[in-house]
């Protein structure tokens, strides 16, 4: 689905959508360049765009299948640049990754995008910045990048607010396990670690000036996004750090409660070994037992089951067992 089509000319936008027929012809005069978003299109549909700006069959069937890693690829005078969205769920834990394809060319910017990551906003933005349309098409690219890069930050940020509260169930005295909890964290962290990492290396070659498309003018930028984007990378990194951290501990955490438990069952388990012990005694009915005929014998026994327990219970109390 066509999501929009606008010629760009002198960095402002002409008044009016326009149709897909009119697009190749549109971008060619001086200074003028096409902008057209397709949003999951399907084979016969993107035919037509290959057509009407004269793609290559390769970059086509990236763009219709999108199962590719984030990669730049030059197709004569276009590139082909994938990058994976990505959006964090706080309320579900899950890391939501779509697929961003950019045709690139001096004249037109094809946007195709598969999965969650509008770019309704990044649109709108641009248009306010005249200064940036002026460069053409690598703008555009620029500040598609920079906001994917932001959603990095942002998704970033939640994975660690829950990471934060995973170590507060791991250390609180809360007899809770959140081993579950901390194996989806880590699955979920790992498909973000592979949507991002694979970034840095394209992005580093746009700022380094590889493509000819990128004027020289804004390398600053695209270096910008590199920093950031490094920086997204080395949080992820210390986030699979954490979560490692954070299951090693709740095991060994587990294992501590698990201990107490048994020292805890041990202590009363020899508590009470004294009254059975006592009882089994009495219940043989053997006739010859002198405190059998003596009228303190019933009360001394009690008494003395009672103290041995009480300090039997004592000892246990202050060994920590109980």
Aim: charge should be negative.
């Amino acid at each position: 689905m066509i999501v929009d089509c606008a010629v760009y000319e002198a960095g402002e936008r002409q008044p009016g959508r326009l149709p897909l027929d009119r697009a190749g012809n549109a971008c060619k005069g001086d200074d003028a360049f096409v902008w057209l978003g397709v949003v999951e299109p399907d084979a016969e549909e993107f035919d037509a765009i290959a057509r009407e700006f004269d793609l290559h069959e390769l970059a086509v069937e990236d763009a219709i299948h999108a199962h590719q890693q984030p990669k730049v690829e030059r197709y004569g005078d276009t590139l082909l640049v994938v990058v994976k969205t990505a959006h964090y769920i706080d309320s579900e834990e899950v890391i939501e990754v779509g697929e961003l394809l950019l045709f690139v060319h001096p004249t037109f910017v094809i946007t195709v995008r598969h999965g969650p990551s509008p770019l309704a906003d990044v649109r709108a933005r641009v248009e306010h910045r005249p200064d940036l349309l002026a460069h053409g098409t690598a703008a555009v690219l620029y500040v598609i990048l920079d906001h994917v890069v932001d959603d990095y930050e942002k998704a970033a940020d939640g994975i660690d607010g829950d990471i934060q509260e995973v170590e507060q169930q791991v250390f609180s005295s809360d007899r809770f396990n959140p081993a579950e909890r901390i194996y989806k964290l880590e699955r979920e962290t790992l498909d973000f670690h592979r949507a991002v990492m694979p970034l840095s290396g394209p992005v580093d070659e746009l700022a380094r000036g590889h493509f000819e498309i990128v004027p020289t003018a804004l390398h600053p930028y695209f270096r910008d996004v590199h920093d950031h984007l490094r920086r997204v990378s080395r949080r992820i990194v210390g986030f699979r750090e954490l979560l490692v951290s954070a299951l090693h501990a709740n095991l060994t955490q587990v294992s501590v409660r698990q201990n107490e438990d048994m020292r805890k069952i041990s202590a009363w388990v020899a508590i009470l070994a004294v009254p059975t012990g006592v009882a089994a005694i009495y219940g043989m009915n053997f006739d010859n037992m002198p405190e059998l005929h003596w009228a303190f014998g019933y009360p001394l026994v009690i008494v003395l089951i009672l103290l041995i327990c009480a300090l039997l219970y004592r000892r246990f109390k202050r060994a920590g067992w109980l």
